[in-house]
């Protein structure tokens, strides 16, 4: 089993739609929680970064994690053409510098 | 802004070449790291450094060497290339301590003929 999953999709929304993006995961010293966004060709930059359980937002983008489930899932409201990307979710334990990714999942958003 | 740069964003290279890929970031980060990034598998990490002239292997170390001879300075050495080290190479670095995220360059997309 991987430490961290998700699946790769590829997911297909409509303009304006909520995605939700998730994760689960199996190291329960995970502490530190990012999602990432990766155009196509071009490297992840950061979208996101929690410490912990519980909620962040920021502008159309909400994150939240479950620890007592360990889940974690990235919403994403009003979507738009512009956020077709790959969205990869990265966790690390304290006191480590590695990070864990997952695969990544592909979305596409239809104007 | 952080900005991590890469050397190359396409190479072509023949089977048994030495090849180099440069990483500079400009923050002044403690860590940096190289990532390989394939279809299905995600990015699995190569190596990493913590420090000036150190390095620690990551999860697919073999067929790769790194150097670190100034901060702001990562290099990947692909001793003799083979074509499964056909792939994308992403460089990363990060400040260390509490505060682990890392920031991630454009990426060498990498052909081995």
């Known amino acids: 089993q991987k430490e961290v999953e998700q699946d790769p999709g590829p997911l297909s929304v409509p303009e304006g739609a909520i995605v939700s993006l998730n994760c689960t995961y199996s190291n329960s010293a995970f502490q530190y929680f990012m999602w990432y966004r990766q155009y196509s060709r071009k490297g992840p930059e950061l979208l996101m970064y929690t410490y912990s359980s519980g909620n962040k937002e920021d502008g159309r983008f909400t994150a939240q994690v479950d620890k007592s489930s360990k889940y974690i899932s990235l919403f994403i409201r009003d979507s738009q053409p512009s956020d077709s990307a790959t969205y990869l979710c990265a966790m690390r334990a304290t006191g480590y510098q590695k990070v864990t990714f997952g695969i990544g999942t592909k979305l596409q958003v239809i104007p | 802004d952080v900005k991590v740069t890469q050397s190359s964003r396409y190479l072509v290279k023949r089977t048994g070449e030495k090849v180099f890929l440069e990483c500079v970031q400009d923050?002044?980060?403690?860590?940096m790291f190289w990532y390989r990034q394939d279809p299905g598998l995600g990015l699995r990490l190569i190596y990493f450094?913590?420090?000036?002239?150190?390095?620690e292997k990551g999860d697919i170390p073999e067929g790769y060497s790194v150097s670190r001879e100034k901060k702001e300075r990562f290099s990947l050495i692909l001793e003799s290339a083979s074509t499964n080290q056909t792939s994308m190479y992403l460089c990363?670095?990060?400040?260390?301590?509490?505060?682990?995220?890392?920031?991630f360059g454009p990426g060498t997309r990498l052909l081995v003929l």
């Open positions: 923050m002044d980060h403690e860590n």
């Open positions: 990363a670095s990060s400040m260390g301590g509490r505060q682990e995220t890392q920031y």
């Open positions: 450094s913590y420090d000036v002239k150190m390095k």
